[in-house]
């Protein structure tokens, strides 16, 4: 998402995998003792933006440093987890499901990242897909805008309010279905430039508690309950995105439960203070990125994810830069 502390939509996740990173065959005409089983390599793209990237989670990858994709991304854990042949992290801290085809500006300035299609080929197996909130400034808008001194136990909603037309419409709440639009254009290109790939598109992980707000979160309690609204459009979006190009939706929100913004040591993504070395405004902490990752592996390969203790660690043999 925008890098002025947006809540970053993350991550609409398409993965075009094979079962797994290890995906099984048995050799031709044999019956199949368990030593005659044969490892299919996997070459694996990630495609997204910031809620893939995961902007100040230590440490920044070199290749199009404006994107500041962290070397601890969900992407990263997920490539380790399956042991994949190749790896090519193409997101981008600032996309939009634009940035699949076109060449995003740098937030540092400079050289611009290339278009994240570009990873893509024939010989891609698995993408995974994290697009869809910086659509239409989505939350951008909302996590720059809603944060006016109010007190979060306030059962008003100024920003709600703000974001109301003289129609009486909520411009934020259509927005949010409109990106069920843009990203089906967007998982089309990747059906195109990927033919044989499977495709598993990631939703957001819950961002606000069930209930009120918190200190953390900075929203008031009625502009809390209106976001999660928001929230639930989006991923409803993605699915449904999803669900039209006969890609597999990753639903983070069932595991992101008691995991958000206001549950302190367990919280699974920052609030809105901003945390160098840690994590961006309303972006995932490394430990959100851990354990999306072990999400996506289950959606993947239909077993439960081991269990992860320190850094990614992908294969440094599989790893692609991504310009």
Not at 58 to 82: H, I, K, M, Q, W
Not at 96 to 121: E, F, H, K, N, W
Request: with cysteine; glycine share 12%.
């Amino acid at each position: 998402m925008s890098w002025r502390g947006m809540v970053s939509a993350v991550v609409v996740v398409g993965v075009l995998a094979t079962l797994t990173g290890a995906v099984w065959t048995l050799r031709s005409g044999e019956d199949a003792p368990s030593d005659a089983l044969v490892e299919t390599p996997v070459d694996y793209v990630a495609l997204g933006d910031s809620y893939s990237a995961g902007p100040l989670i230590p440490v920044v990858r070199e290749d199009a440093p404006g994107c500041f994709r962290s070397t601890n991304n969900y992407p990263a854990y997920l490539a380790g987890l399956l042991d994949v042949d190749s790896y090519a992290d193409a997101t981008c801290s600032g996309a939009s499901t634009r940035d699949v085809t076109r060449r995003q500006p740098s937030m540092l300035g400079g050289t611009r990242p290339r278009p994240q299609a570009a990873a893509l080929s024939e010989r891609t197996d698995l993408v995974t897909v994290g697009l869809g909130g910086n659509d239409f400034g989505l939350f951008g808008s909302i996590s720059g805008g809603c944060r006016e001194g109010f007190s979060w136990r306030s059962a008003s909603a100024p920003c709600r309010d703000a974001f109301v037309d003289a129609t009486g419409r909520d411009t934020k709440a259509r927005d949010a279905r409109r990106i069920r639009g843009t990203l089906r254009a967007a998982l089309e290109e990747v059906r195109d430039r990927a033919p044989d790939a499977d495709v598993y598109v990631v939703g957001y992980p819950r961002l606000l508690p069930e209930t009120g707000s918190c200190a953390a979160a900075g929203f008031t309690a009625g502009d809390a309950a209106w976001a999660r609204g928001i929230e639930a459009l989006l991923n409803r979006s993605v699915r449904t995105a999803a669900e039209d190009v006969g890609a597999t939706y990753v639903d983070l929100y069932p595991a992101s439960r008691g995991h958000d913004i206001c549950a302190g040591r367990d919280a699974w993504v920052n609030g809105r203070r901003l945390r160098l070395g840690v994590a961006l405004s309303y972006h995932p902490f490394e430990v959100g990125m851990r354990e999306a990752a072990r999400v996506v592996y289950a959606a993947v390969t239909g077993e439960e994810a081991p269990a992860v203790e320190g850094g990614a660690a992908p294969p440094a043999e599989a790893v692609v830069p991504s310009g």
